[in-house]
């Protein structure tokens, strides 16, 4: 068994995907990389045939009809040997020193007393145009270098969570919980680190700046004026985490501090679809962002009640076009407050 599955889906990846595979060849026989082509019209699945002829023991090519990130990372865990996962985009990388270290680490506490859920690490804002990059860290919440649990985290602030960049799941824990991303949908990075939280026990931090996240490509789902064209997918997301929440009560309330965190989490989540609702401006727009507070009102009152009178809720909701622009020059000073991007 390998130690570690890494998951590249790639569309049309072509351009890039050289640099993301040779990052993650450096580990050696221990790791399995599956490149999952989903679909791709270009040049993409023979660069994934090519790395897969030249090191037949590390990499395997997975060709698939085009079904969205989603589907790549399903497939991605469908067919991962490791004993944990991780997914590393197409245009993203790993600095090698830090690569080390995580995979020492999985060594390490592979076949321990205490059985590794989820492994976190730091991430890097690769920003083009940028000369200084951001690093997200978690050493404020989360114990160093120890096996902990859900009662060891001391304090993520609001708009601080653990992103996909972060994380590497134990693989069976993945496939027990049957975790299935939505096909043809954007931004699943979210359920994906969020709907197996309630099985994870035992987590270790590893404060390393592992994972780079390079932003600044065109055309890239992250740009704001693409999540706007692209916003019944955020809504879409956004409803799951909702229902997801309502329909996982029993699971979600047998710990404090997760039942706190998954409630952030949805929270920013809701925060991000309003503004680019508001942001977005057409009356469309506008009864969009009223069906998707009426939608968590129905589904559950009380989870509503909390997320509508909270601080971000009462910001999104101000009434009027005059209320509107206070809403986005309260969600950037929230932005710059509490420090999320």
Excluded at 94 to 113: C, I
Aim: aromatic fraction near 12%.
């Amino acid at each position: 068994m390998k130690l570690l599955t890494i998951a590249i889906p790639c569309y049309n990846s072509e351009g890039y995907m050289r640099k993301c595979v040779e990052s993650l060849l450096t580990g050696g026989e221990d790791v399995e990389i599956i490149i999952v082509d989903d679909g791709s019209k270009d040049g993409t699945a023979v660069i994934a045939d090519e790395y897969a002829e030249k090191y037949p023991s590390i990499v395997r090519a997975v060709h698939k009809e085009n079904g969205g990130h989603g589907s790549a990372v399903n497939t991605g865990i469908e067919n991962a040997t490791g004993l944990f996962f991780k997914v590393v985009d197409s245009d993203d990388w790993v600095k090698e020193s830090d690569y080390m270290q995580v995979l020492d680490t999985l060594r390490n506490l592979a076949g321990g007393e205490k059985v590794l859920d989820m492994l976190i690490s730091n991430f890097v804002y690769e920003k083009e145009g940028e000369k200084r990059n951001r690093v997200m860290r978690y050493h404020y919440a989360l114990p160093r270098d120890e096996m902990f649990s859900w009662n060891d985290v001391r304090y993520f602030r609001k708009g601080q969570y653990i992103l996909m960049h972060s994380v590497i799941f134990r693989t069976k824990l993945l496939k027990d919980c049957g975790l299935k991303l939505p096909e043809h949908t954007f931004y699943v990075d979210n359920l994906y680190v969020f709907e197996p939280l309630p099985f994870v026990k035992n987590m270790y931090y590893l404060d390393v700046n592992f994972y780079r996240y390079y932003i600044g490509r065109e055309g890239q789902s992250v740009n704001e004026t693409i999540m706007i064209s692209r916003i019944d997918q955020q809504i879409k997301v956004n409803k799951i985490m909702v229902d997801y929440m309502a329909e996982n009560k029993a699971k979600i309330k047998a710990n404090r501090k997760m039942r706190k965190y998954m409630f952030n989490y949805l929270e920013i989540i809701t925060t991000i679809s309003s503004i680019l609702l508001i942001r977005g401006g057409s009356e469309e727009h506008l009864t969009k962002k009223k069906e998707l507070w009426d939608y968590i009102k129905q589904k559950d009152r009380m989870l509503y009640t909390r997320l509508r009178y909270g601080i971000l809720g009462n910001s999104m909701n101000l009434p009027g076009k005059g209320g509107r622009k206070i809403s986005v020059e309260g969600y950037r000073i929230c932005q710059r407050f509490f420090k999320f991007n």
